[in-house]
């Protein structure tokens, strides 16, 4: 058997990275491990670099972006970085000095132009990097433990120092003063630092959360491989929340421990390479800090009272209902939104077979970094009405480089061309490439209703909020703006055409972070139609001490967003098989 993990098992390194897929309690295990070191008496900061941040939540109190000291636990300060906040500080220090000189014109244009989610990603890594490089930080603290964004975006963090890096190499002329890029002059020197930080094992290790299922160790896997490529091996491997025992004479337990186990067997051959740990499941929401603690002592307090039925969550609607709704009223564009790991990809594929299975021609797409719909519908035959598709973004950034490369040769001179195909070495590139093309999968719904698993909420909200913002950008880099993106906002607003289906499960931090989703989608005149509970054992029979007293804790949140949050609400019990494949699918639609 894999040993527990106990923070004492980490290398004595400065620097901590937490890292996996959404959902995969990355914030509860570097928090945990804070709480320990804090604990055996060193001066522990623990930085949150996730759009989605819910530190916050764990240790029940608001931070900013400067390390604050957690109460109850001596030597331990913690702090997020919140890319917003980031990005109004980085655009102000390089709009700023140029106020009261140049005409309000070009100041506005300026801000114009640094007002994108490409400036927003900037400015978070810088901020980033100012703390892993920083000597006063570093010679204060004897750990910064940081607690990533959800892979794909982490991928994309840590790759940003190599890729501004070549950029800033390789361009003869510098980063233009009026764009996003006209703060990174200066910043060859730090990058080179942080990469070195970040490869470096005496300094920094890179801890890997997953899960004990096959979905969540695949994506560790393509993690791990990913992260040795850009020079960070020193990696290790916990896989938390597994059932340490089960009731032989329990199904659901029986069912629920056996499926940990195959999955574990199944464990990608360069994952057995690193060193392995395991967490106990435990059936209590990681928040406060005796929690905390309690996640490396033995587990005996568990509920074993009966639990009766909860009437809110028996007289929801289920997926069925909603899907019914979808195809009567000819909903055109859904989404599915929340936090990373809740089950969107499940939702948004079985609201997509369900419409199929209606008749309806549909296309389901996702611009998650991780994208899991190859792995929903594997070996799996589909219906003709049903087609899938992925926002790749290699593939469309090569697509919109050649695009505006070939409108514009014929006009530009040899000199005008060469900085045109620099300028487009930007990693800004990326973000308008893959901006347009989801607005052009929307545009769809006007042959098919459009169904897309959309990435975990931080970055949903920074695609979406940057939809004007890009209006400009897409202007001055090719010189006009595609019709589907004129229309893209429009549509999004317009809930005859389009549909929010947030997803969470009944647990605290999905139902907050779903909670803060729906108020900042609701400050875009957004307003989500369905909240999807996924994944209740509350319904569940069980004798399972454990399982039982999980079902109990999911009470409060089931009744809170059926009576307060939820427009609409369907409830997805647990089920003893993982549903992939389009037959499989349709299950959740009984």
Same mark, same amino acid.
Request: net charge negative; charged share 25%.
């Given at each position: 058997?894999?040993?527990?993990?106990?923070?004492?098992?980490?290398?004595?390194?400065?620097?901590?990275?937490?890292?996996?897929?959404?959902?995969?309690?990355?914030?509860?295990?570097?928090?945990?491990?804070?709480?320990? &070191?804090?604990?055996?008496?060193? $001066?522990? %900061?623990?930085? @949150? !670099?996730?759009? *989605? =941040?819910? /530190?916050?939540?764990?240790?029940?109190?608001?931070?900013?972006?400067?390390?604050?000291?957690?109460?109850?636990?001596?030597?331990?300060?913690?702090?997020?970085?919140?890319?917003?906040?980031?990005?109004?500080?980085?655009?102000?220090?390089?709009?700023?000095?140029?106020?009261?000189?140049?005409?309000?014109?070009?100041?506005?244009?300026?801000?114009?132009?640094?007002?994108?989610?490409?400036?927003?990603?900037?400015?978070?890594?810088?901020?980033?990097?100012?703390?892993?490089?920083?000597?006063?930080?570093?010679?204060?603290?004897?750990?910064?433990?940081?607690?990533?964004?959800?892979?794909?975006?982490?991928?994309?963090?840590?790759? &940003?120092?190599?890729?501004?890096? $070549?950029? %800033?190499?390789? @361009? !003869?002329?510098? *980063? =233009?003063? /009026?764009?996003?890029?006209?703060?990174?002059?200066?910043?060859?020197?730090?990058?080179?630092?942080?990469?070195?930080?970040?490869?470096?094992?005496?300094?920094?290790?890179?801890?890997?959360?997953?899960?004990?299922?096959?979905?969540?160790?695949?994506?560790?896997?393509?993690?791990?491989?990913?992260?040795?490529?850009?020079?960070?091996?020193?990696?290790?491997?916990?896989?938390?929340?597994?059932?340490?025992?089960?009731?032989?004479?329990?199904?659901?337990?029986?069912?629920?421990?056996?499926?940990?186990?195959?999955?574990?067997?199944?464990?990608?051959?360069?994952?057995?390479?690193?060193?392995?740990?395991?967490?106990?499941?435990?059936?209590?929401?990681?928040?406060?800090?005796?929690?905390?603690?309690?996640?490396?002592?033995?587990?005996?307090?568990?509920?074993?009272?009966?639990?009766?039925?909860?009437?809110?969550?028996?007289?929801?609607?289920?997926?069925?209902?909603?899907?019914?709704?979808?195809?009567?009223?000819?909903?055109?564009?859904?989404?599915?939104?929340?936090?990373?790991?809740?089950?969107?990809?499940?939702?948004?594929?079985?609201?997509?077979?369900?419409?199929?299975?209606?008749?309806?021609?549909?296309?389901?797409?996702?611009?998650?970094?991780?994208?899991?719909?190859?792995?929903?519908?594997?070996?799996?035959?589909?219906?003709?009405?049903?087609?899938?598709?992925?926002?790749?973004?290699?593939?469309?950034?090569?697509?919109?480089?050649?695009?505006?490369?070939?409108?514009?040769?014929?006009?530009?001179?040899?000199?005008?061309?060469?900085?045109?195909?620099?300028?487009?070495?930007?990693?800004?590139?990326?973000?308008?490439?893959?901006?347009?093309?989801?607005?052009?999968?929307?545009?769809?719904?006007?042959?098919?209703?459009?169904?897309?698993?959309?990435?975990?909420?931080?970055?949903?909200?920074?695609?979406?909020?940057?939809?004007?913002?890009?209006?400009?950008?897409?202007?001055?880099?090719?010189?006009?703006?595609?019709?589907?993106?004129?229309?893209?906002?429009?549509?999004?607003?317009?809930?005859?055409?389009?549909?929010?289906?947030?997803?969470?499960?009944?647990?605290?931090?999905?139902?907050?972070?779903?909670?803060?989703?729906?108020?900042?989608?609701?400050?875009?005149?957004?307003?989500?139609?369905?909240?999807?509970?996924?994944?209740?054992?509350?319904?569940?029979?069980?004798?399972?001490?454990?399982?039982?007293?999980?079902?109990?804790?999911?009470?409060?949140?089931?009744?809170?967003?059926?009576?307060?949050?939820?427009?609409?609400?369907?409830?997805?019990?647990?089920?003893?098989?993982?549903?992939?494949?389009?037959?499989?699918?349709?299950?959740?639609?009984?």
């Amino acid at each position: 058997m894999t040993e527990l993990y106990r923070p004492n098992n980490l290398p004595a390194v400065p620097y901590l990275f937490f890292t996996g897929k959404g959902g995969v309690g990355k914030t509860s295990v570097a928090s945990a491990t804070a709480v320990y &070191l804090a604990d055996q008496g060193k $001066k522990v %900061l623990i930085v @949150s !670099t996730d759009p *989605a =941040s819910n /530190l916050q939540d764990v240790f029940e109190t608001d931070l900013t972006d400067k390390p604050k000291q957690i109460q109850g636990v001596s030597n331990l300060y913690a702090l997020n970085l919140d890319p917003e906040t980031a990005a109004s500080s980085y655009r102000e220090k390089v709009v700023g000095p140029y106020r009261g000189k140049l005409p309000s014109a070009v100041i506005a244009q300026m801000e114009e132009q640094m007002s994108g989610a490409c400036t927003t990603e900037i400015a978070a890594f810088d901020e980033f990097t100012n703390i892993l490089i920083n000597k006063e930080i570093s010679g204060e603290f004897d750990h910064i433990l940081f607690d990533t964004a959800p892979t794909g975006h982490t991928l994309r963090l840590l790759q &940003l120092p190599s890729a501004w890096g $070549k950029y %800033l190499k390789e @361009s !003869t002329r510098g *980063a =233009s003063c /009026l764009g996003p890029l006209s703060g990174l002059v200066d910043k060859k020197t730090s990058y080179s630092e942080a990469v070195k930080a970040l490869s470096d094992q005496e300094k920094t290790t890179l801890i890997l959360v997953a899960r004990p299922d096959t979905a969540s160790l695949i994506e560790a896997d393509r993690a791990a491989g990913e992260l040795k490529e850009i020079g960070i091996r020193n990696q290790l491997l916990i896989i938390n929340g597994v059932l340490q025992s089960k009731w032989n004479d329990d199904e659901v337990s029986s069912t629920f421990y056996n499926r940990q186990r195959e999955a574990l067997k199944k464990i990608p051959s360069s994952l057995e390479q690193i060193m392995n740990y395991q967490l106990p499941f435990v059936p209590y929401s990681l928040t406060g800090i005796q929690r905390l603690r309690n996640l490396f002592l033995p587990q005996t307090d568990y509920l074993e009272d009966d639990i009766p039925n909860d009437e809110a969550a028996f007289n929801m609607h289920g997926l069925a209902e909603m899907v019914e709704r979808f195809s009567a009223q000819n909903t055109r564009v859904i989404f599915t939104m929340g936090k990373g790991g809740v089950g969107k990809t499940t939702v948004a594929s079985a609201i997509a077979v369900g419409l199929a299975e209606k008749g309806h021609s549909v296309h389901l797409t996702t611009t998650d970094p991780a994208a899991h719909l190859d792995y929903m519908f594997s070996n799996s035959k589909m219906k003709d009405t049903l087609t899938i598709s992925r926002i790749h973004p290699e593939t469309e950034v090569q697509k919109y480089k050649s695009e505006v490369i070939s409108k514009s040769e014929k006009e530009l001179d040899e000199e005008s061309l060469a900085y045109l195909e620099e300028d487009l070495s930007s990693p800004c590139t990326e973000e308008i490439a893959v901006f347009r093309a989801f607005a052009d999968v929307v545009d769809r719904s006007e042959q098919d209703i459009v169904i897309i698993d959309t990435a975990p909420t931080g970055h949903t909200l920074l695609l979406l909020d940057a939809t004007e913002a890009y209006h400009r950008e897409m202007e001055r880099a090719s010189g006009e703006v595609p019709d589907s993106v004129k229309k893209l906002l429009p549509r999004l607003r317009n809930h005859k055409e389009t549909a929010v289906v947030i997803v969470t499960l009944p647990e605290a931090t999905p139902v907050f972070e779903a909670n803060r989703l729906q108020a900042d989608l609701k400050r875009a005149s957004i307003v989500p139609q369905w909240w999807v509970i996924n994944q209740s054992l509350l319904a569940a029979e069980t004798k399972d001490p454990i399982l039982k007293s999980k079902a109990h804790s999911e009470k409060q949140w089931i009744q809170r967003v059926y009576t307060e949050l939820g427009q609409n609400t369907a409830i997805i019990p647990w089920m003893e098989d993982e549903k992939i494949g389009y037959n499989k699918l349709l299950e959740y639609l009984v």
